[in-house]
T-cell receptor
């Protein structure tokens, strides 16, 4: 089945620790996105990529980093610089980075700081 | 930059009643608009999208939305609510900025509650 796989589903981070969230897609999509979801705030864009080895900061990139070494993979690292990382993280992809193409979403990773 | 506003963080209806979820957009160019649904602890699923074809767009699960340029609105409706419709609904607009690269900008969401 084609789709987007995010792992793990639940992740716990200690203070000062970096963690990496995995996102893999087998849809052959060019564009990939990371969104953060907090209650009452909708989805906010962290990073996006339209092609391998290229990515751009979104609206809330501080404290996060990404890589796009392969077309199907777009991992997100939450660094210790992110002061409030507890949230639900959603990865998405789109066939082309042009307007009008909907994004397809993974099932999300819930990150909690302990 | 493009944006959307969803009026009402929570909407409650009885099973069988009309569902109306409101979305207004702001866009300097003809917009592309989307409605997504999210069930608890899951990702988002596309309900329908408007890409400048017919102004009345039909989606999955009996939902539809009407694009009204004069009102800058794209409200989501369903004639008869079902218990399984209880979820959070997000309106989104496509924002290409100056790069031509699409980013979806989401509203803050509306939680639909359906009572028996």
């Amino acid at each position: 089945d084609g789709g987007i796989t995010q792992s793990p589903k639940y992740l716990f981070r200690k203070e000062g620790q970096n963690v990496t969230l995995s996102c893999e897609q087998n849809l052959n999509h060019d564009a990939m996105y990371w969104y953060r979801q907090d209650p009452g705030q909708g989805l906010r864009l962290i990073y996006y990529s339209q092609i391998v080895n290229d990515f751009q900061k979104g609206d809330i990139a501080e404290g996060y980093s990404v890589s796009r070494e392969k077309k199907e993979s777009f991992p997100l690292t939450v660094t210790s610089a992110q002061k409030n990382p507890t949230a639900f993280y959603l990865c998405a992809s789109s066939p082309y980075p042009d307007r009008g193409y909907e994004a397809f979403f993974g099932q999300g990773t819930r990150l909690t700081v302990v | 930059a493009q944006s959307v506003t969803q009026l009402g963080s929570h909407v409650s209806v009885s099973e069988g009643a009309l569902v109306l979820l409101r979305c207004n957009y702001s866009s300097s160019v003809p917009p592309y608009l989307f409605w997504y649904v999210q069930y608890p602890n899951q990702g988002l699923q596309l309900l329908l999208k408007y890409t400048s074809a017919a102004t009345l767009v039909k989606g999955i699960n009996g939902f539809e939305a009407e694009f009204k340029k004069s009102e800058t609105s794209f409200h989501l409706t369903k004639p008869s609510a079902h218990m399984s419709d209880a979820a959070e609904y997000f309106c989104a607009v496509s924002d290409a900025g100056g790069t031509g690269f699409q980013k979806l900008v989401f509203g803050t969401g509306t939680r639909l509650l359906v009572s028996p």
